[in-house]
């Protein structure tokens, strides 16, 4: 039995937006970008992971620290590699995932990511007065309608889409608005409305926590009292109402410190994104010999950091009466610096939706 069920390879460290809130900050000039080499070897040892049992479910995600599309050479060697071992094999579990901002998806590139079976989560954080106050080109200009023409391009091959979106203070009013519309553009995974985060821990200053607390309350019980099915809130709410409605727990928010490894644009490996950055490698995918090293590596210090100091093991969330609906929350987020416990910031906003959830879904 393989251990492995998801590997993220991030590609580069640049863009071609310019993002004011971006927790990644891509360097100017343009910082590392992963050698064919690395990708290469970091999907084969993938894939032999995944051989061990067929119908696993597993995932293999190609990002960056910026726009995958800027490695569009190696990403698409890459595509096409994982799409052969999956086929090949009959690995029917594995999803092969991209993610992108969309503004550089043409008809042709659609046309081949349908042809590999390739999922596509796009960045869009809502109607283009809310997206284009952050999410800006190298010009200045606003990149909407440059995202909803690659969005156009991928409905129109058929490829499987989802949609989060970025809230920072200046457009957290808006939370609503956004779901509304990137609901309007039919995925079928719920819609992920994120909170701007700092680059660095603490990731939210307290005030930022709490002021987002109440937009997501506000936005979410507007959905309710208009009718919204719970199975079509944002995914937070999403997974309160499914522990709430039909007793389904949410054991983790993420298999970080248990089954997920980052590939870095440097070759490092990390067991969680937003730790790419730091002085945190577990080690380079090129010293690693095959899939046993490999996967020793989710039992490196920093790998087990985040699984024996995750909230949901320690107090007050093993304890909370919400810890079901919300598993503990961003392990990550609940660590500083020094990868040592600190509260987790967001606890007041699962608290808070829990308390909003129970008393709507009971009057309905």
């Known amino acids: 039995m393989s251990r492995l069920r998801e590997l993220v390879v991030l590609l580069n460290e640049r863009c071609n937006l310019r993002c004011d809130y971006c927790h990644f900050c891509a360097p100017q000039p343009p910082g590392h970008e992963l050698s064919l080499e690395s990708t290469s070897r970091a999907v084969g040892l993938f894939f032999e992971a995944a051989s061990h049992e067929p119908d696993l479910p597993r995932t293999l995600c190609f990002n960056a620290d910026g ?26 579990g594995v999803t092969i995932a991209l993610v992108t901002n969309a503004t550089l998806v043409d008809a042709a590139f659609a046309r081949r990511l349908a042809r590999l079976g390739v999922a596509v989560t796009v960045s869009m954080d809502g109607a283009s007065a809310c997206h284009d106050t ?6 200045g200009a606003g990149s909407h309608q440059a995202v909803i023409q690659g969005l156009a391009q991928l409905h129109r091959a058929g490829v499987p889409t989802s949609l989060r979106a970025v809230h920072s203070p200046q457009t957290v009013g808006q939370l609503a608005q956004s779901w509304s519309e990137l609901r309007g553009h039919g995925p079928p995974r719920p819609v992920k409305l994120r909170p701007v985060r700092l680059p660095t821990p603490p990731w939210f200053e307290p005030a930022w926590a709490a002021q987002y607390t109440r937009a ?14 719970w199975q079509a809130l944002p995914d937070r709410a999403r997974h309160m109402a499914a522990w709430l409605v039909e007793g389904r727990r949410r054991e983790r928010p993420c298999s970080a410190g248990h089954a997920m490894l980052w590939l870095t644009p440097a070759g490092s490996l990390v067991p969680c994104g937003l730790l790419s950055r730091g002085p945190y490698s577990l080690g380079h995918i090129q010293d690693v010999p095959g ?7 989710l039992d490196h210090p920093l790998s087990a950091a985040l699984r024996d100091n995750a909230p949901a093991l320690r107090e007050p969330c093993r304890s909370c009466r919400w810890l ?41």
Do not use: F, N
């Open 291 to 297: 899939l046993a090293e490999l996967e020793a590596l």
């Open 67 to 92: 726009e995958a599309l800027l490695s569009r050479g190696t990403l698409t060697a890459a595509l096409v590699q994982a799409a052969r071992q999956r086929d090949r094999h009959g690995l029917s």
């Open 216 to 229: 997501y309350r506000h936005a979410v019980r507007r959905m309710v009292r208009a009718g919204t099915p």
């Open 134 to 139: 952050h999410r800006r080109d190298v010009r």
């Open 324 to 364: 079901p609906g919300c598993g503990g929350g961003c392990p990550v987020e609940a660590l500083d610096e020094k990868l040592e416990p600190v509260p987790p910031p967001l606890c007041m906003l699962y608290r808070s939706l829990g308390e909003l959830l129970e008393a709507e879904l009971r009057r309905s």
